[in-house]
């Protein structure tokens, strides 16, 4: 079973550059931008993987990323589902 996951981020008083460093990280781990939506990604998850591991996946980039970047505050969301991301 494939989860999808999207993820929305608040970065409070992070740089520009601290942002980029973050971005980065997220992308190198085969996150996606959404396009036209501010601090919005997504990324699949291969078939197999549990909604647990897919959760963890996602709590590890975030801290990575916040981690390489040094932003202390990080604020996210995640949903994971099986369905397509409908952007509109």
Do not use: P
């Not at 990324?43 to 996946?57: E, H, K, W």
């Amino acid at each position: 079973m494939e989860f999808k996951a999207l993820l929305t981020l608040d970065l409070d008083g992070a740089s520009a550059k601290q942002r980029e460093t973050f971005y980065d990280h997220l992308e190198k781990e085969e996150w996606e931008k959404i396009a036209k939506i501010n601090t919005a990604w997504k990324c699949t998850f291969n078939d197999g993987a549990s909604r647990q591991d897919a959760l963890n996946t996602c709590k590890k980039d975030v801290k990575e990323a916040a981690r390489l970047s040094g932003i202390s505050s990080v604020k996210s969301v995640v949903q994971l589902g099986q369905g397509e991301l409908e952007e509109f």
